[in-house]
């Protein structure tokens, strides 16, 4: 049997243009830079972003794209899904496409590079409510 696990730590992202995705991801996915992590990134390292909690990293790799990608989804509450749709609407006019796989509800987009995100939700009823959709 494996050893526990402990949590989620983080995801590579591969951008072309690593200060301009920084901005991107700031300004759609709340993401910031995290302080103490930052000296990795002066010598070609990953440039470490995480929310306000510090509950998800995503580490930015300056490399010209790749062909296979992994799509990251982010969990969210029924009642942020619609919150979430509305901001996505505001920065990614057209960019966005819903998916209501029963069991959970989804918002599917992606980033400059071709990165795939999907925000996710397993309060279905809520999320609809939401999302106008119920």
């Keep these: 049997m494996s050893p526990p696990l402990d949590a989620f730590d983080h995801v590579h992202v591969f951008v072309q243009d690593r200060a301009a995705a920084e901005r991107w991801y700031a300004r759609v996915l709340g993401l910031s830079r995290t302080p103490e992590l930052a000296f990795w990134a002066?010598?070609?390292?990953?440039?470490?972003?995480?929310?306000?909690?510090?509950?998800?990293?995503?580490?930015?790799?300056e490399r010209p794209a790749k062909p296979c990608r992994s799509t990251i989804a982010?969990?969210?509450?029924?009642?942020?899904?619609?919150?979430?749709?509305?901001?996505?609407?505001?920065?990614?006019?057209?960019?966005?496409?819903?998916?209501?796989?029963?069991?959970?509800v989804s918002l599917y987009f992606a980033d400059p590079d071709g990165n795939p995100y999907e925000i996710t939700s397993y309060e279905v009823a809520e999320a609809r409510a939401a999302l106008g959709r119920a």
């Excluded at 002066?42 to 995480?50: M, S, V």
């Excluded at 899904?81 to 819903?98: D, K, N, V």
């Design 42 to 61: 002066a010598d070609g390292g990953p440039l470490t972003l995480q929310n306000a909690s510090g509950s998800i990293h995503i580490a930015l790799f």
């Design 74 to 104: 982010l969990r969210v509450s029924g009642a942020a899904l619609g919150e979430w749709q509305a901001h996505l609407q505001r920065e990614l006019p057209g960019g966005t496409s819903f998916q209501d796989h029963q069991a959970s």
